[in-house]
């Protein structure tokens, strides 16, 4: 038996865990856990790990962890308590449970004699694209009496200028007033597409409930408003007319439901929809050919801003009872790969929010509107992405077309400007929203590979054949490029650009042998016979010549770099293979890997490569897919469970660190969190005694690896793309 995930002494850290947090965990304490998590600007996470973490012990975070405020209070009976936020002047609420989902993170405090129970709700919408792109996210809160008796409840909440956080600037404000009630921050020195460490210069930062009975409303000073709102349980419906500096007294856009007599029956939810808005989003440079101004695509649906916030909350008891249905959907698509726990489950719920919330959808402006028929989706995730491997699967078209806008941007770019050598670029531009072209970022062979596996991905999972139809001279460059450099590659950085360059890479001729292989099909479905076989040609004898070199001496692992016996790393880009359907590597390199990576197991996983312990998280998780044995890909998901449950490290879901100590190292926030979906996309183990022959023409494209005959959990029939870095 492989050794299994929950050690002993991960028991009695849990236990002690429970028992200095004091409140009961489900399924886990992440290192952090999203709040209002909903585009590359509204992201605001609770830090756990380290820090404890309850609601109140502390600020909110944005994505590099800088602080973020959100203040909540409760008044019962006329006594106020603090449950949202660290406000030391005031009585703590007391945290009793704590849940993450895929989509709601939801926490209840003892405030007194009343449970306050907060849902964090960022939804995911597989079956609206016009939902998903809108950057808003809500907070539902419910009441009720925890001792039997009826109590008098306030309820306050309110944000700040840290939403914002340019602290020298001069920021304004507004209430708009109508069947909801909306608070606003804007700068007011705006530049359009500006942003200063990861914080944008324009734009508005909205705070918005519905007008219901009860309610008041003010923006002032923190100092003003929380004494307020604590001697009398409302506020007077006024702005403090003075524009001023975030930190000048701290203007704040407070909030006010007098929720009157609250019994042991939960009261019908107050709800807010707190959210970060701008119009344009991005701005293209180098693309004559396309609209360059883009806006939010919510624009194509709603007349205006202030539409789509007043719909947004009125669609909440059918946003939450949607997001329900996906939770269960995407746990029970998990389980049904690991049925032994539920571990697969939570990594996955913990990363969808992640995964999207760094993805906008645009339109573009043809001068008059935005055209609704004009979408392209840009990815950013707060750094310069080195790599930003993501793998989408999700249930049904829209996400499947998230791909082909993903793509869009980088292919049309590439068309208008070629790269001399012929090979992909790695992104976009790191500046975004400006998005102004390349970084002097490359990873030739890389890139190039993963842009040929993505389109073929794409063309199998929705048979749309228009992206390779428009972008076939590119493909037909990249399979050059491929064929020139892609077995013995010169020295060069790999996705794991931390690691360091190298030449020869194995894993990296990898992706070269799948993507050829797909440059084949890709052809061959253009009805381009005769290229077809020339790449298919190609693949085959690129992969006899990598089996020669690439094998140990002794025939026990497959090597980090060709003839360095002692070296190896986790081959994960046999991931594509088996994504693609092809099986075209034999069944032997599978199970020799297999064999090998059940000798490397690390406290907390394995390590990417013999260089280091360093490890990540979707590799692994890629790898895991290709394991031959079923018992060790369930110890490796574990292990990743392991580490991202230990409470040993603070931020969101952390891709990279430590196998040996489970410390993280700085990734965090990323997209790459995709590709922890990898084993869901392609949940059937290789078996070693299989053919291999199934889908290797490809064409049909529904193949989900197609050794085994297990069918694919109804969530992963749709889409598998997987996209490197679009645009960082
Ligand atoms: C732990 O929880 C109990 C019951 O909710 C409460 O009475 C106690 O004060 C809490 N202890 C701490 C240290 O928060
Ligand atoms: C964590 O909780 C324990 C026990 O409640 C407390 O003593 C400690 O100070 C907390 N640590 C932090 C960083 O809040
Ligand atoms: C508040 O300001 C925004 C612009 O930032 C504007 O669109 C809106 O109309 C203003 N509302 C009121 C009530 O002035
Ligand atoms: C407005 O911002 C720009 C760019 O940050 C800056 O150059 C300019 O001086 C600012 N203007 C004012 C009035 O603050
Ligand atoms: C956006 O990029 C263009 C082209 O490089 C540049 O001229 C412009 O100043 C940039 N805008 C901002 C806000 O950085
Ligand atoms: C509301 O309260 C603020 C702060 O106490 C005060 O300055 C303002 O005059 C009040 N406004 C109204 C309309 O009562
Ligand atoms: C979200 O999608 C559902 C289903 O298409 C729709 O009924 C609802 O109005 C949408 N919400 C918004 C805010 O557009
Ligand atoms: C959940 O799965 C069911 C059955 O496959 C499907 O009809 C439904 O649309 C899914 N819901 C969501 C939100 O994905
Ligand atoms: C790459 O491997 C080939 C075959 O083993 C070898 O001839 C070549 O020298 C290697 N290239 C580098 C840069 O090490
Ligand atoms: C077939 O492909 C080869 C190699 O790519 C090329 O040299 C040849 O001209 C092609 N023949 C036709 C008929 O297109
Ligand atoms: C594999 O091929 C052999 C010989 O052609 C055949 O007997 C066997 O049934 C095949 N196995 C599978 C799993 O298709
Ligand atoms: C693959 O293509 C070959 C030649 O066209 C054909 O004989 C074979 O049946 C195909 N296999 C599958 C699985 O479609």
Same mark, same amino acid.
């Given at each position: 038996?492989?050794?299994?995930?929950?050690?002993?002494?991960?028991?009695?850290?849990?236990?002690?865990?429970?028992?200095?947090?004091?409140?009961?965990?489900?399924?886990?304490?992440?290192?952090?856990?999203?709040?209002?998590?909903?585009?590359?600007?509204?992201?605001?996470?609770?830090?756990?790990?380290?820090?404890?973490?309850?609601?109140?012990?502390?600020?909110?975070?944005?994505?590099?962890?800088?602080?973020?405020?959100?203040?909540?209070?409760?008044?019962?009976?006329?006594?106020?308590?603090?449950?949202?936020?660290?406000?030391?002047?005031?009585?703590?609420?007391?945290?009793?449970?704590?849940?993450?989902?895929?989509?709601?993170?939801?926490?209840?405090?003892?405030?007194?004699?009343?449970?306050?129970?907060?849902?964090?709700?960022?939804?995911?919408?597989?079956?609206d694209?016009v939902?998903?792109?809108?950057?808003?996210?809500?907070?539902?809160?419910?009441?009720?009496?925890?001792?039997g008796?009826?109590?008098?409840?306030?309820?306050?909440?309110?944000?700040?200028?840290?939403?914002?956080?340019?602290?020298?600037?001069?920021v304004?404000?507004?209430?708009?007033?109508?069947?909801?009630?909306?608070?606003?921050?804007?700068?007011?020195?705006?530049?359009?597409?500006?942003?200063?460490?990861?914080?944008?210069?324009?734009?508005?930062?909205?705070?918005?409930?519905p007008?219901?009975?009860?309610?008041?409303?003010?923006?002032?000073?923190?100092?003003?408003?929380?004494?307020?709102?604590?001697?009398?349980?409302?506020?007077?419906?006024?702005?403090?007319?003075?524009?001023?500096?975030?930190?000048?007294n701290?203007?704040?856009?407070?909030?006010?439901?007098?929720?009157?007599?609250?019994?042991?029956?939960?009261?019908?939810?107050?709800?807010?929809?707190?959210?970060?808005?701008?119009?344009?989003?991005?701005?293209?440079?180098?693309?004559?050919?396309?609209?360059?101004?883009?806006?939010?695509?919510?624009?194509?649906?709603?007349?205006?801003?202030?539409?789509?916030?007043?719909?947004?909350?009125?669609?909440?008891?059918?946003?939450?009872?949607?997001?329900?249905?996906?939770?269960?959907?995407?746990?029970?698509?998990?389980?049904?790969?690991?049925?032994?726990d539920?571990?697969y489950?939570?990594?996955?719920?913990?990363?969808?929010?992640?995964?999207?919330?760094?993805?906008?959808?645009?339109?573009?402006?043809?001068?008059?509107?935005?055209?609704?028929?004009?979408?392209?989706?840009?990815?950013?995730?707060?750094?310069?992405?080195?790599?930003?491997?993501?793998l989408?699967?999700?249930?049904?078209?829209?996400?499947?077309?998230?791909?082909?806008?993903?793509?869009?941007?980088?292919?049309a770019?590439?068309?208008?400007?070629?790269?001399?050598?012929?090979?992909?670029?790695?992104?976009?531009?790191?500046?975004?929203?400006?998005?102004?072209?390349?970084?002097?970022?490359?990873?030739?062979?890389?890139?190039?590979?993963?842009?040929?596996?993505?389109?073929?991905?794409?063309?199998?999972?929705t048979?749309?054949?228009?992206?390779?139809?428009?972008?076939?001279?590119?493909?037909? &460059?990249?399979?050059? +490029?491929? #064929?020139?450099? *892609?077995? =013995?590659?010169?020295?060069? /950085? %790999?996705?794991? $650009?931390? !690691?360091?360059?190298?030449?020869?890479?194995?894993?990296?001729?990898?992706?070269?042998?799948?993507?050829?292989k797909?440059?084949?099909?890709?052809?061959?479905?253009?009805?381009?016979?005769?290229?077809?076989?020339?790449?298919?040609?190609?693949?085959?004898?690129?992969?006899?010549?990598?089996?020669?070199?690439?094998?140990?001496?002794?025939?026990?692992?497959?090597?980090?770099?060709?003839?360095?016996?002692?070296?190896?790393?986790?081959?994960?880009?046999?991931?594509?293979?088996?994504?693609?359907?092809?099986?075209?590597?034999?069944?032997s390199?599978?199970?020799? &890997?297999?064999?090998? +990576?059940? #000798?490397?197991? *690390?406290? =907390?996983?394995?390590?990417? /490569? %013999?260089?280091? $312990?360093? !490890?990540?998280?979707?590799?692994?998780?890629?790898?895991?897919?290709?394991?031959?044995?079923?018992?060790?890909?369930?110890?490796?998901?574990?292990?990743?469970?392991?580490y991202?449950?230990?409470?040993?490290?603070?931020?969101?879901?952390?891709?990279?660190?430590?196998?040996?100590?489970?410390?993280?190292?700085?990734?965090?926030?990323?997209?790459?969190?995709?590709?922890?979906?990898?084993?869901?996309?392609?949940?059937?183990?290789?078996?070693?005694?299989?053919?291999?022959?199934?889908?290797?023409?490809?064409?049909?494209?529904?193949?989900?690896?197609?050794?085994?005959?297990?069918?694919?959990?109804?969530?992963?029939v749709?889409?598998?793309?997987?996209?490197?870095?679009?645009?960082?």
């Amino acid at each position: 038996m492989p050794l299994h995930p929950l050690s002993f002494l991960q028991l009695l850290l849990a236990a002690s865990f429970a028992l200095a947090q004091n409140w009961s965990v489900n399924p886990f304490t992440p290192p952090a856990a999203p709040l209002a998590v909903r585009g590359p600007y509204l992201q605001t996470w609770l830090n756990q790990g380290v820090t404890n973490g309850s609601l109140n012990s502390g600020w909110q975070s944005y994505r590099d962890g800088s602080k973020l405020t959100w203040t909540g209070f409760l008044r019962v009976d006329g006594i106020l308590f603090d449950w949202l936020g660290d406000r030391q002047n005031y009585t703590p609420a007391v945290q009793k449970d704590f849940t993450f989902t895929s989509t709601k993170t939801i926490i209840t405090m003892a405030c007194g004699s009343v449970d306050l129970t907060a849902t964090f709700l960022s939804p995911i919408e597989p079956t609206d694209l016009v939902n998903q792109s809108i950057p808003l996210s809500y907070l539902g809160i419910e009441v009720a009496s925890n001792d039997g008796n009826p109590h008098q409840v306030q309820l306050y909440t309110d944000i700040d200028g840290e939403w914002l956080a340019q602290p020298d600037q001069v920021v304004q404000w507004n209430t708009t007033v109508g069947d909801v009630v909306t608070h606003q921050f804007w700068l007011q020195n705006q530049t359009q597409f500006g942003e200063v460490n990861g914080r944008l210069r324009y734009g508005n930062i909205i705070y918005s409930t519905p007008q219901v009975t009860g309610l008041t409303y003010q923006i002032g000073s923190s100092g003003v408003v929380k004494p307020a709102f604590q001697a009398a349980g409302a506020l007077n419906n006024s702005a403090d007319p003075q524009f001023r500096a975030i930190q000048t007294n701290w203007p704040t856009l407070a909030f006010a439901h007098d929720l009157g007599t609250v019994l042991t029956t939960k009261t019908p939810p107050i709800v807010y929809a707190v959210g970060y808005v701008r119009d344009p989003l991005v701005q293209l440079w180098g693309l004559p050919n396309v609209n360059n101004l883009r806006g939010p695509y919510y624009l194509t649906r709603f007349n205006s801003i202030s539409d789509m916030i007043t719909a947004f909350l009125n669609d909440y008891t059918n946003a939450l009872a949607r997001a329900t249905d996906f939770d269960g959907n995407l746990t029970s698509d998990a389980m049904a790969i690991t049925s032994q726990d539920n571990d697969y489950a939570n990594i996955l719920a913990l990363s969808v929010r992640q995964m999207f919330g760094n993805i906008e959808l645009t339109s573009g402006w043809d001068g008059t509107t935005y055209v609704q028929t004009d979408i392209m989706a840009f990815l950013n995730d707060g750094v310069r992405c080195t790599h930003c491997s993501i793998l989408f699967q999700m249930t049904d078209g829209c996400f499947q077309t998230i791909g082909k806008y993903l793509l869009e941007p980088i292919l049309a770019y590439q068309v208008a400007n070629p790269v001399q050598d012929g090979y992909a670029v790695h992104d976009i531009g790191d500046s975004y929203p400006n998005i102004t072209g390349p970084s002097s970022v490359t990873y030739p062979v890389e890139a190039s590979g993963d842009q040929l596996i993505m389109a073929l991905s794409y063309t199998q999972k929705t048979s749309d054949n228009s992206l390779i139809t428009k972008y076939q001279s590119l493909y037909d &460059q990249f399979g050059t +490029y491929l #064929t020139q450099n *892609g077995l =013995y590659m010169a020295s060069q /950085d %790999s996705s794991d $650009s931390f !690691a360091g360059a190298l030449p020869n890479q194995t894993n990296l001729a990898v992706k070269s042998i799948v993507a050829l292989k797909a440059a084949s099909e890709i052809f061959l479905i253009l009805g381009d016979t005769n290229k077809s076989q020339h790449y298919d040609s190609v693949a085959t004898s690129f992969l006899a010549q990598w089996q020669n070199v690439a094998l140990s001496l002794d025939k026990s692992h497959y090597t980090l770099s060709y003839r360095n016996d002692p070296s190896w790393g986790l081959l994960y880009n046999l991931y594509a293979d088996r994504l693609l359907g092809f099986n075209m590597f034999p069944s032997s390199v599978y199970e020799t &890997q297999t064999k090998w +990576y059940a #000798t490397k197991l *690390g406290q =907390y996983g394995i390590p990417l /490569d %013999s260089r280091s $312990s360093d !490890a990540k998280t979707d590799w692994q998780l890629w790898t895991a897919a290709t394991v031959t044995d079923a018992s060790l890909r369930t110890t490796m998901i574990g292990l990743v469970k392991k580490y991202v449950s230990s409470g040993i490290n603070s931020g969101p879901f952390p891709d990279r660190y430590n196998s040996a100590n489970g410390k993280m190292a700085t990734f965090v926030d990323r997209t790459v969190a995709g590709g922890h979906f990898a084993v869901l996309v392609v949940p059937d183990v290789v078996q070693g005694s299989s053919n291999g022959s199934d889908g290797v023409n490809g064409t049909n494209g529904k193949g989900n690896g197609g050794v085994t005959t297990t069918v694919s959990p109804a969530i992963t029939v749709a889409l598998t793309l997987f996209v490197t870095l679009v645009l960082s």
